[in-house]
């Protein structure tokens, strides 16, 4: 998403105008450390999915993943997996 | 084509209910304090007796009143409310959020100082302590000019440019009690003035559905900030224009301030709201003894008319600014340095003193002024300012 200048908001202020856009609006990159899960290890056991603050732990319907693009590197879903699937990396630019 | 009035005799707040009655808002949602309260109190019986069809909110606080403004006004209505003082300070955080979204929410005020100790009476502190809110703020020396900026604050808050809410001040007690003359404007004269409501963005067009004032973080947050300046700033040819216009209908011309006698003047008095009409008596006393001194009345202050201001004052010798607000810890009040920051870069300009007067309604008198004068001429040959002065306070 292109972000907009000044000149263009002067017309219309703090007024979105399509419905259901927030999902344009990435914060993943708030993260520091990004969590990463070991599929070897992984059980789906969806503690990860269920404890997520962020919604960011997605189910395919197969297995666990996360959306980088929302999650903000709480590293809860590392603390709460049961088998220790999860590890927190330093993000690299 | 300019309109004969009839005319009455009235105080300031009834001026401003009156006029508000004539303007027949949407919605208004108000909770009285003094010295404003008889705005509410009289437009609560206009609703009453059927006089307006205004949806009267009649809310339990300050913070209440503003917040039900800024969603009526989201949804499209066309908004009015009225406080003072604490009431004012109360709405602070509302304030913003009304100015931001760009709702034109129109808001007269009866200036009134601020505990503690508990005052009721006339001062600007409250205006100044909302000056960062990013409201216009109009003020009034009399009850004609409550009156007739009223109307001119619904055309410039709901100008399609400007989009902003607009403050109408004036002195509580000093004016909001006085009985004075007023011109009248007929209802469909007042009608056709300010014209239909047709809000740029409603939260009730469902056909056309929107977010208003969503989340906008480190990314984006500047850029709104920098859009709602430049707004507010855009908004004074706007004020202007509306000024010239009011005075076509009916023959009293506004503009974002008033020379008087300036031109030629080597003292210059700058004050605002009513202590203009005081000032004015003593230059014209004064003018004809054949002394060179004017006055100076900011009836717009926010946004600031600087190129207007610095124009009026810039070949002056030494100008006193009269400021009706306390700012512990700075040496000067609001409106001094406002002037001076903006005059700093000339390579002439006047000697600038600062006074700060008339707090909690302590009076500011037509021999206060002249002092003031004398004192003027005193610093120009000394050549520099003397610091802060208190105008009528004990030692
Ligand atoms: S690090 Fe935090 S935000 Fe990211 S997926 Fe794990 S729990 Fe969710
Ligand atoms: S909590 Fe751990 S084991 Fe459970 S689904 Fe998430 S990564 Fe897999």
Partial sequence: MKLPGWKELVETGPIIKEAGNATEYKTGDWRT????????????CMFCWLFCPDSAVKFDGNKVYIDYDYCKGCGVCAAECPVKAITMKEEQK | MKVKGRKIAIEGNEAAALALKQVNPDVVAAYPITPSTEV??????????????????????????????????????????????????????????????????????ANRALSAPINIHGDHSDAMGARDAGWIQIFSENVQEIYDNIFQAFRIAEHPDVRLPVMVGYDGFITSHSEEILELLEDEEVKRFIGEYKPKFSLLDINNPITMGPLALFDSYFEFKVAQAYAIENSLPIIKKVGKEFGDLTG????????????????????????????????????????????????????????????????????????????????????????????????????????????????????????????????????????????????
């Avoid at chain 2, 003193?353 to 003027?376: C, M, S």
């Fill in chain 1, 33 to 44: 450390f990004r969590p990463e899960i070991d599929y070897s290890k992984c059980t789906t």
């Fill in chain 2, 252 to 395: 009293r011309y506004y503009d974002v301030i008033e020379k008087y006698y300036t031109d030629d003047a080597d003292y210059i008095v700058v004050a605002m709201s009513s202590t203009c009409g005081t000032a004015r008596v003593v230059v014209d006393e004064l003018r004809e003894k054949g002394e060179k001194v004017g006055l100076l009345k900011i009836r717009v202050f926010r946004p600031f008319p600087l190129e207007d201001v610095v124009d009026a004052l810039k070949n002056a010798k030494v100008v006193g600014v009269l400021d009706r607000s306390m700012v512990p810890g700075s040496f000067a009040g609001p409106l001094y340095h406002e002037i001076t920051s903006g005059m700093y870069h000339l390579e002439k300009r006047p000697v600038f003193q600062p006074y700060v007067y008339g707090l909690g309604g302590r009076d500011i008198t037509t021999e206060h002024i002249k002092g003031v004068f004398e004192e003027l001429k005193e610093i120009e040959k000394a050549g520099k300012p003397k610091g802060l002065k208190y105008i009528g306070v004990r030692e």
């Fill in chain 2, 40 to 109: 509410v109190q009289k437009f609560s019986e206009y609703v009453a007796n059927g006089e307006v069809t205004t949806e009267f909110v009649p809310v339990e606080s300050e913070h209440s009143a503003m917040s039900a403004c800024i969603g009526a006004s989201a949804a499209g209505a066309r908004v009015a409310t009225s406080t003072a003082s604490q009431g004012l300070a109360l709405m602070w955080e509302m304030l913003y959020i009304a100015s931001s979204m760009r709702l034109p929410i129109v808001m007269t005020v």
